[in-house]
C-alpha cells in the first residue's frame, strides 16, 4: 500500500469526503453502525480509506469491531481500507462494546471523486437507550458555510443535525487547536417571528456536535412541526448530517435538503417592494474568482471566507462581475458579524489611475465593526476618506447580518437586516462612470465570512450585470484559425495567463476568437498551483478552464511532473521513495481528478531525458528518489484519475530527427510495451531563426511516433526573431517556418494538435529566456496586429 499510514500530518493530506458525526452521550450503551457505500462509477474504481474518530480530541476510536461481509468481525483498528470495484458496493458493520461517547466517522480519499460515492447510514443502540433508534441521514459532501434543511418533528420523532467543523478532523489530529466556528440557525415555521439562536464549535468547544432544535430554541421549538425551514450559516465551513431518533424512526419521516445551499444564499436577500433582479445580480457570488484577486480569501460552498495578517486586505475584484448603473439600484451582502469578524463590502466606482492605490479611486466601504457597528468610509482621490462613519447598532449585530446599499438619484442609504441605519449623499462622484466593481477591504488580524452578495432592482431601477471576464464569450471571426482548423479535425491553440485575460479585452478577443484550444502556460505547474504540501492554488487555473468552456476550447494541462517550477517542498524535501510516491501520486490525482472531463490533455511528463546522449534521463529529484519507473507511475496515476484524458510525453529539441528525438522514442516504445497509459508525444518546438527542422525530416520522425500508436502533438511553438531590429524579410522567413510546422502536422495522420507557447509578442517568455537575443516569436505583434505568420497559418489551414 502506497499510502502513508495513519500518523500526525498525513491526514490533512487527503481528502475528506464523508465525516458523519454520531451522537451521544451514550454512555454504556452497546451501539451498532450499518454502513452502506456504493460506487456510482461505472469505469474506475472508488479507493479510500475509513476511520472512527473518537471524542472531543477525536483521536481514532479504540475496540471498535468491523465486519466487512462475507468476513468474520475483527477488530477495526486506526483505520480500514475501502475498496469498490466499477459499481460495486459494500455493507459495513461497526460495533463496540460501550465507552465511545461521541465520534466522527471518516471516509477520505486521495483519488476517488466523492460525487461517485453514495452512502446510507444507520446508527442503532442494541441496548439501552429506551428503545429508541437513532438514523442518520445524507450527511454533505462537501463542507459549506449555508444550509438549508427541511425539518419534520412529531410525537415519537424528533430531529436534529449532528454538525462537524470541516477543518476540526485534520486539525485535531495533528494536535492543533481548532478555531472557533459560529453558527446562526434561523428556523421559519409556518406563521410567527423566525426564531434565531447561536451556537459555537471549536475554540474551547466540542469541534463536533449533535444538536436538537427543540434544545436550541427551547419551548419556543412546536413539538408539531409538519415542514418547517431551517437556516444555518456558519462563519467557516461545517458539516451537516441529518439526524432523526424516535421509535422505530422511518425514512420517510425525515426530509432534508442538508447540502450546501447556494439557494440558501439567495433567500437571504429580500427584494425591495415591487423590486426585481438583474440578469445574473440575484448571486453575485456564482460569479467566483475571489481567491484569483486575493490569496486571503477562500471560496467555499456557500459563500466566501477570509482571514488576514498584520495588514489590510483590500480586494477590487476586477476578475469577477461588475455593474453598469444608469439608474437607481441595491447592493445587499450577507456577512457574518461578531468577535474577531469586520470587514467592509467595497463597491469601486473608479479603477486607480496610478500606483498609489487612492489616485483617481472613486470608493464606498460598507461594513461591519467588531461591536457589530455598522460602518462607511467613501474615498475621492485622496489617501484619507472624504466620510467616515459608525453607526452604533442595539442590539449589536450579531451572526448572520445583512447589509444593504440603496441608491436613490444622490442619496445612499445603508440599511442592516432590513432596519435603515443611515444615509449620505453621493457628493464624491462614486457613481459617476456609472459602472461599479465589487470588492471587499478587510482590517489586519481580522476574520470575515460572506454567504451571499446580491444586486437588486427597486421599481423603475436600472443596473446589468457584466459577467465575470473569465466567463465572456468572445466573437469568432470570419478570419479565424480556429473554423479553418475546425473545418480539418485540427485543434489550434496557444499558451496563456488568466491575468492577461482578465485585464485585457484584446488579449481575451483573440484568443476565444481565434483558437479552439489554451495550454496553462504556468498556473498549472506543481509551485504556482501546489506551494505548499497542504495549500492548492486553483483559482487560476479554474479561470482559465471556465474561459475554455465559455469559449468552448479545449484544454491541455501542463505540467504534471518537471524538474522546474518545483517548489522547494518538493525538490528539497529529503523524502524517502515511498513518500515521494505519495506526494507525487497525491499531486497528480488531485489536479487531474479536479480537472477530469475538462482538461482534454494532460503533458504528463516534460523534460524528462537528458541533453547529453551519454545521460539517457535526466537526474531530477523524482529519479533520484524513486528511479525511472516514476514515469510509469505518472502516467497510470493520471489515467487512474480520469480514463477519458489523452495523456502525453513532451519534451523539447526532439522536433528533428537525431540523438534526443531517439532516445525519446526508446522511452515511449517502452513504456507502450509495458502497457503504460500513455497515448501521445508533445514536441515543443521553440525554435531560432534561421534555423528550422525540414518539413521532410519532421515528418519522418513524426511517423515513427505514430506508428506506435501514439498521437504526435506541436505544443509550445514559437520562433524567435534575432534582436535588435526585425526586418521584414524575417517576418517572412518567420511566416514560413510556421507554415512548415503546420504542413508537416496536416501531412501526419496522427497529428491532431498545433499549439503556439503564447499568440502576441506582448507576452511571451523569449526576451526573458534568451537574455533579450531573441523576440517576436508568435503570429501577432505586441499591439495585437497579426503577422505574416497569422496570415500563413490561416492560408495553410484554409487550402485543401
Ligand atoms: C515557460 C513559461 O513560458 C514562462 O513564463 C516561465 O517563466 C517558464 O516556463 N518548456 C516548457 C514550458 O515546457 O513550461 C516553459 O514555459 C517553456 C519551455
Redesign the pocket.
Known amino acids: 500500500m502506497l499510502l502513508p499510514a495513519f500518523c500526525a500530518g498525513q491526514l490533512a493530506a487527503a481528502r475528506i469526503v464523508y465525516p458523519q458525526a454520531a451522537v451521544g452521550p451514550l454512555g454504556s450503551d452497546e451501539f451498532h453502525i450499518e454502513l452502506h457505500l456504493a460506487n456510482r462509477d461505472p469505469n474506475v474504481p472508488w479507493q479510500g480509506t475509513l476511520r472512527f474518530l473518537d471524542g472531543q480530541t477525536l483521536s481514532p476510536a479504540a475496540d471498535l469491531t468491523i465486519r466487512v461481509p462475507p468476513a468474520e468481525p475483527a477488530d477495526m483498528g486506526t483505520s480500514v481500507a475501502v475498496n469498490l470495484p466499477p459499481s460495486g458496493a459494500q455493507s459495513y458493520y461497526i460495533s463496540s462494546p460501550g465507552q465511545l461517547v461521541v465520534g466522527v466517522l471518516v471516509i477520505e480519499s486521495e483519488t476517488a471523486a466523492p460525487e461517485n460515492l453514495v452512502t446510507s447510514f444507520f446508527y442503532r443502540l442494541l441496548t439501552g437507550g429506551e428503545g429508541k433508534d437513532l438514523i442518520a441521514v445524507q450527511p454533505s459532501r462537501s463542507p459549506g458555510l449555508a444550509y438549508s434543511v427541511t425539518l419534520t418533528r412529531r410525537a415519537g420523532l424528533d430531529v436534529g443535525l449532528a454538525l462537524v467543523a470541516d477543518d476540526a478532523i485534520a486539525r485535531a489530529v495533528q494536535g492543533l487547536s481548532i478555531p472557533a466556528t459560529d453558527v446562526t440557525l434561523t428556523f421559519t415555521p409556518a406563521s410567527g417571528e423566525p426564531l434565531v439562536a447561536q451556537i459555537q464549535l471549536g475554540g474551547g468547544n466540542a469541534p463536533h456536535r449533535p444538536i436538537f432544535p427543540s434544545e436550541v430554541f427551547g419551548a419556543a421549538f412546536p413539538v408539531e412541526v409538519d415542514s418547517g425551514r431551517l437556516d444555518l450559516h456558519a462563519s467557516r465551513p461545517i458539516h451537516v448530517t441529518l439526524l432523526a431518533v424516535g421509535t422505530a424512526p422511518l425514512f420517510e419521516d425525515v426530509q432534508i435538503g442538508a447540502a450546501p445551499a447556494e439557494s440558501a444564499a439567495w433567500e437571504l436577500f429580500r427584494l425591495p417592494e415591487g423590486g426585481s433582479f438583474p440578469e445574473g445580480g440575484a448571486n453575485l457570488l456564482a460569479e467566483r474568482f475571489w481567491p484569483c484577486s486575493s490569496s486571503a480569501l477562500e471560496e467555499v460552498p456557500g459563500g466566501l471566507i477570509g482571514e488576514t495578517g498584520g495588514s489590510w486586505t483590500t480586494v477590487t475584484h476586477t476578475q469577477g462581475p461588475s455593474l453598469d448603473i444608469p439608474g437607481d439600484f441595491h447592493v445587499a451582502a450577507a456577512v457574518h458579524a461578531g468577535a474577531g469578524y469586520q470587514g467592509s463590502l467595497m463597491l469601486v466606482g473608479r479603477l486607480p489611475s496610478g500606483t498609489a492605490w487612492y489616485r483617481g479611486v472613486r470608493r464606498l466601504d460598507v461594513g461591519v465593526s467588531e461591536t457589530g457597528a455598522v460602518t462607511l468610509t467613501a474615498f475621492n482621490d485622496s489617501p484619507s476618506p472624504v466620510i467616515s462613519q459608525e453607526w452604533p447598532v442595539d442590539p449589536p449585530l450579531a451572526g448572520k447580518a445583512v447589509l444593504e446599499i440603496a441608491r436613490s438619484g444622490n442619496r445612499l442609504a445603508v440599511a442592516a437586516n432590513g432596519r435603515p441605519i443611515g444615509e449620505i449623499q453621493d457628493n464624491f462622484g462614486l457613481l459617476e462612470d456609472r459602472r461599479l466593481w465589487l470588492g471587499l477591504n478587510l482590517p489586519p488580524r481580522s476574520r470575515f465570512a460572506l454567504y451571499g452578495l446580491a444586486a437588486m432592482l427597486p421599481p423603475g431601477g436600472q443596473a446589468t450585470l457584466r459577467p465575470s471576464p473569465f466567463r465572456e464569450t468572445q466573437q469568432i471571426p470570419e478570419q479565424a484559425l480556429r473554423i479553418a482548423a475546425g473545418a480539418r479535425g485540427l485543434a489550434v491553440g496557444a499558451a496563456v495567463a488568466p491575468n492577461f485575460i482578465a485585464d485585457e479585452p484584446d488579449y481575451r478577443r483573440i484568443l476565444g476568437g481565434q483558437f479552439n484550444m489554451l495550454t496553462a ?2 498556473v498549472m505547474k506543481w509551485e504556482p498551483i501546489h506551494p505548499e504540501p497542504d495549500r492548492f492554488n486553483f483559482c487560476p487555473a479554474d479561470a482559465l478552464v471556465e474561459f475554455a468552456q465559455a469559449n468552448q476550447m479545449a484544454v491541455r494541462g ?2 504534471l511532473v518537471w524538474h522546474n ?1 518545483l517548489p522547494s517542498w518538493v525538490s528539497s524535501g529529503n523524502f524517502t521513495k515511498e513518500e515521494l510516491m505519495a506526494v507525487m501520486r497525491r499531486h497528480i490525482q488531485t489536479l487531474v481528478g479536479r480537472y477530469r472531463g475538462k482538461v482534454a490533455h494532460w503533458d504528463v511528463v ?2 524528462a531525458l537528458d541533453d547529453s546522449p551519454g545521460n539517457p534521463l535526466r537526474e531530477t529529484v523524482f529519479l533520484e528518489t524513486i528511479g525511472p519507473e516514476y514515469i510509469d507511475w505518472a502516467f497510470r496515476w493520471a489515467h487512474e484519475a480520469d480514463p477519458d484524458a489523452k495523456l502525453f510525453y ?1 519534451d ?1 529539441g526532439i522536433e528533428d530527427l537525431g540523438s534526443k528525438s531517439d532516445r525519446t522514442y526508446q522511452l515511449v516504445r517502452d513504456l507502450k510495451e509495458r502497457g503504460v497509459p500513455i497515448h501521445g508525444v508533445g514536441f ?1 518546438f ?1 525554435l531560432r531563426l534561421p534555423w528550422a527542422p525540414t518539413k521532410t525530416r519532421m515528418k519522418e520522425n513524426f511517423a515513427r511516433f505514430t506508428e506506435l500508436g501514439l498521437e504526435v502533438a506541436v505544443t ?1 511553438l514559437d520562433v524567435g526573431i534575432p534582436t535588435p531590429g526585425i526586418t521584414a524579410e524575417e517576418l517572412e522567413r518567420q511566416a514560413e517556418i510556421y507554415r512548415n510546422v503546420l504542413e508537416a502536422c496536416l501531412e501526419t495522420e496522427g497529428c491532431k494538435t498545433f499549439v503556439t ?1 503564447g499568440f502576441t509578442d506582448k507576452h511571451t ?1 523569449i526576451p526573458g529566456f534568451t537574455d533579450g537575443k531573441y523576440d517576436a516569436p508568435l503570429p501577432w505583434d505586441e499591439n495585437y496586429q497579426p503577422k505574416p505568420a497569422f496570415f500563413a497559418l490561416l492560408e495553410t489551414l484554409r487550402s485543401p
Do not use: A, L, R
Request: charged fraction near 20%.
Open positions: 502556460e504556468n501542463h505540467t517550477q516534460n523534460e513532451n523539447y515543443q521553440h509550445e507557447w517568455w
